[in-house]
């Protein structure tokens, strides 16, 4: 399934209130979703997250340049 930004939020508003089911709206209707515990809840929603908005990574060139000189012997 493909996460929207709107799922997040919906997701987020019900963490804050403490309520267990989740109305999602979107495009093709409505859709509702009863976890089992809050812990669930975050659970998903760090996946969700993590497909809506992945973590940016920097890669190195993994090029090494020695030094010489005092002190490096």
């Given at each position: 399934m493909a996460y929207t930004q709107s799922d997040i939020d919906d997701l987020k508003r019900a963490i804050a209130t403490g309520a267990l089911?989740?109305?999602?709206?979107?495009?093709?209707g409505g859709k509702k979703t009863e976890f089992r515990s809050l812990q669930e809840m975050k659970e998903i929603l760090a996946d969700m997250e993590r497909e809506v908005n992945?973590?940016?990574?920097s890669v190195s060139s993994g090029i090494?340049?020695?030094?010489?000189?005092?002190?490096?012997?």
């Open positions: 089911r989740v109305e999602y709206t979107n495009e093709g992945p973590p940016t990574t090494i340049y020695p030094q010489y000189g005092r002190g490096y012997l």
